[in-house]
């Protein structure tokens, strides 16, 4: 693949429509006014069906499930991941912050129930999530431990009865101010020895409202302002047996828990590749056209030769970035995936591709480019984000170094 | 019911045009879309036919068999498509491309025809009613509602004072304006849906039309120059020195638009 197809560019210019119609006059709102995504990305949803495609998906998902298959719940080939990944890239136009909020939602909280759940938990939780009726929040990262989010949890479940009471704080979590449904990892405490680093990982599925559950207010964030994130508090929240994924611990000492977590790894990292092609596109287009815009010394920057060297660096990211967007929608095609040296060598290069191509934006535009209406310094602050969340760029190092090695 | 909604097919309007320098016509070649002006012509259909075995059958005239502004409108939800696409009908007339249109609209059977007033390329607003005359049918123009009474249509049709009411019995040719429904927005299955639906590629032999009666053979008209506008002039600057509402109004009086 080294283009669209005629009905991929046919999707790419009516979500691009919807974009220019619908997101762009209310960025400021979402930036900056304190309005959450969710009214906006379900009116996005009922306005191309992707609501319907969503409860057609989950039928496919449930019955599959039930029917005691594995593995892959896409139809034959894989699927087209290009129609999921078009809208990330439109939205990344404008509003980076929405594809966040919708994608931790859909794909992070609903995705993992939708795998490991139950098919009544599916049914219970899965599909509201899936359609964006309700909001998902996916909960992993604590005040001590990020990168090492798995190792160095420190939230516990402890086996009550039939029941379960869990402890902990989570941070930086997307949506948790207002998730109704809250994918929550903690590690099992069963009375053991075994040091907390080694502790088995349980998930839980947990609703907004339930006694000892605080969601707190949405941080003030350096960028991404359209996606609320926010902390989670339990406080002996008690949960039945039917809110832990897949109503069961899993083999004793398992790594259910963890697998489940790093599950997500390969698509989420295809979609911040995805998001960084967005705000790349959108940040070479605004710089061409000030460029020949712009005069100084009586002729437009685009002249000068140091403008050029910035505009044609753009050029090469766009260009790298939109390859291995097209790779990976290719290989999903066929019912390939990434190795993990490959999903985090993409989402690398792909975030600090983004962050140098907005920085070199602000840069061209000069004093307009330090300023919100110029644009470009959103994209700036929100790029910055996609080299820490998904993994930092030095966690995508060392995996792509451990595939290396390992082999 | 069935209704045909006439769809062109044109260059982006964002991309800069191009004349052919030999004919003085729009350079064609290369990907066309769907005049934003069918928008509402489609969108107007699909709200008309869409009960239980009604159908909406789009229509177009357009070089190199191009498709792309047709599956946009069979995205939004038409059914089928007739295309006709010959070398003989390049550099053809309003009447020409009319007398093509009415040919293969008729093969359709329709009960309703809907076009929009004009064309945002060509701008000759000849062709909706060419198109009825020459198939015997009423036509009602700047259609803002049409609702379905029996075998009848009503039409609220745009005035400058306001709307009249139309009646009329169908089939007819309807015109609609720009604005006066909102064109829905493709859903993606929709669009997927929309490569396996049906177009029909006919030619002007298949339409029982002879060449010379189309295309630059058959048409009435020659473009023998085309010159550049004149600059807009740079207009009048009213300062207001405490008149300046009685300036504008006498200003608009002498416009007479108010
Ligand atoms: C806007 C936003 C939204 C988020 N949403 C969610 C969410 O929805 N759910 C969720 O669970 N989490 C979420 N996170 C958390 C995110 O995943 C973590 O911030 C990320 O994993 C990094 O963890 P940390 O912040 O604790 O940084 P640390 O892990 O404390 O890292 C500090 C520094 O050390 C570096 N470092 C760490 N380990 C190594 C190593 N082995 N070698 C070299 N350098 C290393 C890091 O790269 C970084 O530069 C979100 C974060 C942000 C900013």
Redesign the pocket.
């Known amino acids: 693949m080294f283009e669209w197809s005629e009905e991929q560019l046919a999707i790419r210019d009516t979500v691009r429509r919807f974009v220019e119609e619908e997101i762009k006059p209310i960025v400021d709102e979402l930036e900056h006014g304190d309005t959450p995504p969710y009214e906006v990305i379900r009116k996005l949803y009922a306005t191309f069906g992707l609501d319907a495609m969503a409860r057609d998906s989950f039928k496919r998902q449930l019955e599959r499930k039930q029917s005691g298959a594995t593995g892959s719940a896409r139809p034959e080939g894989g699927g087209d991941a290009a129609l999921t990944l078009i809208p990330i890239i439109e939205l990344c136009h404008y509003c980076p912050g929405i594809v966040?909020a919708l994608g931790?939602s859909t794909g992070?909280a609903g995705g993992t129930i939708m795998k490991g759940g139950t098919p009544a938990q599916m049914e219970r939780w899965g599909l509201d999530l899936l359609t964006m009726d309700k909001i998902g929040?996916?909960?992993?990262?604590e005040p001590d431990?990020?990168?090492?989010?798995l190792g160095g949890m420190k939230s516990t479940a402890k086996r009550d009865g039939d029941e379960y009471i869990l402890n902990g704080n989570?941070?930086?979590?997307?949506?948790?101010p207002y998730a109704d449904t809250i994918v929550f990892y903690a590690k099992l405490d069963d009375g053991s020895e075994t040091p907390l680093r080694q502790r088995q990982v349980l998930t839980f599925i947990l609703d907004k409202g339930m006694p000892g559950l605080e969601q707190s207010k949405p941080f003030r964030?350096m960028g991404?302002h359209s996606?609320p994130?926010g902390e989670l508090f339990l406080t002996d929240v008690r949960a039945g047996r039917d809110r832990l994924l897949g109503e069961s611990e899993g083999t004793p000492g398992g790594s259910e828990g963890r697998e489940s977590a790093k599950g997500n790894f390969t698509t989420e990292r295809a979609g911040v590749a995805a998001m960084s092609l967005g705000l790349i596109e959108e940040c070479l287009k605004l710089s061409v056209a000030y460029a020949k815009d712009r005069l100084l010394w009586e002729r437009p920057i685009a002249e000068f030769q140091l403008i050029q060297l910035k505009l044609a660096r753009m050029e090469v990211a766009r260009l790298n970035v939109e390859n291995l967007v097209f790779r990976h929608i290719e290989m999903s095609s066929k019912g390939k995936s990434l190795t993990l040296a490959e999903a985090s060598a993409m989402k690398l290069y792909s975030a600090q591709a983004a962050s140098d191509v907005a920085m070199e934006a602000v840069q061209l535009f000069g004093g307009n480019g330090y300023m919100s209406e110029f644009r470009v310094e959103q994209l700036a602050r929100d790029a910055k984000?996609f080299q820490?969340?998904?993994?930092?760029?030095?966690?995508q190092?060392?995996h792509i170094a451990r595939d290396l090695l390992g082999r | 019911m069935n209704v045909v909604v006439c769809v062109k097919q044109i260059p982006d309007p964002v991309a800069p045009g191009a004349l052919d320098p030999g004919t003085n016509t729009l350079n064609r070649s290369g990907k066309l879309i769907m005049d934003d002006s069918d928008n509402y012509g489609v969108e107007m259909a699909l709200q008309l036919a869409g009960g239980e075995g009604d159908e909406v059958t789009l229509v177009s005239m357009a070089p190199g068999g191009e498709t792309s502004g047709l599956r946009t409108g069979l995205a939004m939800g038409a059914a089928k498509a007739i295309l006709i696409s010959d070398e003989a009908l390049a550099g053809s007339d309003a009447l020409g491309t009319a007398k093509v249109l009415a040919a293969a609209i008729a093969r359709a059977n329709p009960d309703l025809i809907v076009m929009a007033t004009e064309s945002t390329d060509g701008y000759t607003g000849t062709l909706p009613v060419q198109v009825a005359e020459l198939m015997g049918l009423p036509s009602v123009t700047f259609a803002k509602a049409i609702s379905i009474e029996g075998s009848t249509i009503k039409v609220e049709r745009q005035t400058e004072a306001g709307f009249d009411e139309v009646v009329c019995p169908m089939p007819a040719v309807v015109t609609v304006t720009a604005g006066v429904v909102e064109p829905r927005y493709p859903s993606f299955k929709g669009i997927m849906a929309a490569k396996s639906k049906p177009v029909e590629n006919l030619t002007v032999a298949d339409l029982g039309l002879d060449a010379s009666q189309v295309g630059s053979a058959g048409s009435g008209q020659e473009i023998t120059d085309v010159s550049e506008s004149e600059a807009r002039g740079s207009g009048e600057i009213v300062v207001d020195e405490g008149d300046g509402a009685q300036r504008v109004v006498a200003f608009l009086e002498q416009l007479k638009v108010i």
Request: proline share 0%; aromatic share 8%.
């Open positions: 966040t931790v992070l929040a996916w909960a992993i990262t431990s990020g990168s090492d989010a989570k941070t930086f979590i997307t949506n948790g964030k991404l996606s994130t984000v820490i969340y998904a993994g930092t760029d030095e966690i190092v060392t």
